[in-house]
């Protein structure tokens, strides 16, 4: 019914960037809050950055003032944009929505995209 892609992961040096993107389509009626997870190896899921549709932003620690998060709420996308990537800023990259949709009634579905390796190099 929905549906999540991310784009923009690859191999990039220490203090390098990369710009991450995330679309979402289908039977959208619209999206409210937007984040970005990773998944490191052998380590759980944690929350990078979130954002509102107000545009309304969340970091952990480790990325504030290195990575930035936006969306453009007409395209129905997000980006995070990272800079001065470490070798500890590699993991699975996840796009994560709660996108409002219309099927008998209105109802909020956690949609998940499959995901964006990004690796840092030393």
């Known amino acids: 019914q929905v549906q999540l892609v991310e784009s923009g992961g690859g191999l990039v040096q220490a203090g390098g960037s990369l710009r991450l993107s995330c679309v979402a389509s289908?039977?959208?009626?619209?999206?409210?809050?937007m984040a970005w997870y990773r998944q490191a190896p052998g380590k759980q899921r944690e929350l990078v950055a979130s954002?509102?549709?107000?545009?309304?932003?969340n970091y952990v620690d480790s990325v504030k003032g290195r990575f930035t998060i936006s969306r453009d709420n007409a395209k129905n996308t997000a980006f995070l944009q990272m800079n001065s990537l470490k070798p500890e800023d590699t993991a699975v990259y996840y796009c994560?929505?709660?996108?409002?949709?219309?099927?008998?009634?209105?109802?909020?579905?956690?949609?998940w995209g499959q995901g964006t390796l990004v690796t840092v190099s030393t």
């Open positions: 994560n929505a709660a996108i409002r949709v219309r099927v008998t009634t209105f109802t909020t579905l956690d949609a």
């Open positions: 289908g039977s959208i009626f619209r999206i409210d809050n």
């Open positions: 954002i509102s549709r107000g545009g309304d932003t």
